[in-house]
């Protein structure tokens, strides 16, 4: 079914991080080479986006006026005379990221592969703690470190979430603990998940950077061995 044109754009503007965006119209913008307009129908909303719209993230701090939360689907609704891929009507997902053009692929595992096959170098045979793993970046942090032979101690709070990160591995490489949130047990089972209980070669943290304190890095760290290393992303 056609989605109806409007006339207007309809959009959240955020002016201020002091004062809450406000519903307002804009003009339409209008297609230039190479790009197309789309008719935003649905945008993700964030755990994190009170704090986007405050300004207390500050990776996320952008110039303002602006409207927030650019990643959305929708659908095409005018195109320059030289696209070639769309047409107006074509559902679509609009990512904001900056990619390359010819390989966008990378930017999927461009983060954790800096993580983990750079500042890591993890190795075959190696021992890495990932915590917490469920996530994006901590999944393909695991994924990584599994596809170069290294063995991978997932952590995180939800055995659910885990065990469905098992099932779908299905790697022998791979195991997981949960945490209870008592350091001396939750330490005491990730020793007891290494090779021999003798500790871990590597410790990647992925906590959130809007959360006040890495929930797991110290129980993490204290499962190292001598020699180890840690990352944290």
Do not use: H, W
């Given at each position: 079914m056609a989605t109806e044109k409007s006339s207007v754009n309809r959009a959240l503007w955020l002016s201020s991080f002091t004062e809450p965006p406000k519903i307002v119209d804009l003009p339409i913008p209008e297609a230039t080479a190479g790009t197309g307009i789309v008719q935003i129908l649905a945008v993700p909303v964030v755990p994190y986006n009170k704090k986007v719209h405050l300004g207390e993230l500050p990776l996320l701090r952008e110039s303002l006026p602006l409207v927030p939360n650019p990643n959305a689907v929708g659908r095409i609704y005018t195109v320059e005379s030289d696209a070639t891929s769309f047409k107006p009507e074509d559902l679509v997902y609009a990512d904001s990221t900056v990619?390359?053009?010819?390989?966008?692929?990378?930017?999927?595992?461009?983060?954790?592969?800096?993580?983990?096959?750079e500042a890591?170098?993890?190795?075959?045979?190696?021992?890495?703690?990932?915590?917490?793993?469920?996530?994006?970046?901590?999944?393909?942090?695991?994924?990584?470190?599994?596809?170069?032979?290294?063995?991978?101690?997932?952590?995180?709070?939800?055995?659910?979430?885990?065990?469905?990160?098992?099932?779908?591995?299905?790697?022998?490489?791979?195991?997981?603990?949960?945490?209870?949130?008592?350091?001396?047990?939750?330490?005491?089972?990730?020793?007891?998940?290494?090779?021999?209980?003798?500790?871990?070669d590597i410790v990647s943290d992925w906590s959130p950077g809007c959360l006040p304190e890495p929930?797991?890095?110290?129980?993490?760290?204290?499962t190292l061995k001598n020699d180890g290393r840690v990352v944290l992303s």
């Open positions: 990619q390359a053009r010819d390989n966008d692929t990378i930017k999927i595992m461009a983060v954790a592969g800096g993580a983990i096959l890591a170098n993890v190795s075959i045979g190696e021992i890495a703690v990932v915590g917490p793993c469920a996530g994006s970046f901590g999944g393909l942090a695991v994924e990584l470190a599994l596809a170069i032979g290294g063995d991978v101690i997932g952590v995180g709070r939800f055995k659910k979430e885990l065990k469905n990160m098992k099932d779908i591995l299905d790697n022998a490489q791979f195991a997981y603990v949960v945490m209870t949130g008592d350091q001396e047990v939750d330490t005491a089972a990730i020793l007891g998940a290494t090779k021999n209980e003798l500790g871990a929930p797991y890095l110290s129980t993490m760290v204290g």
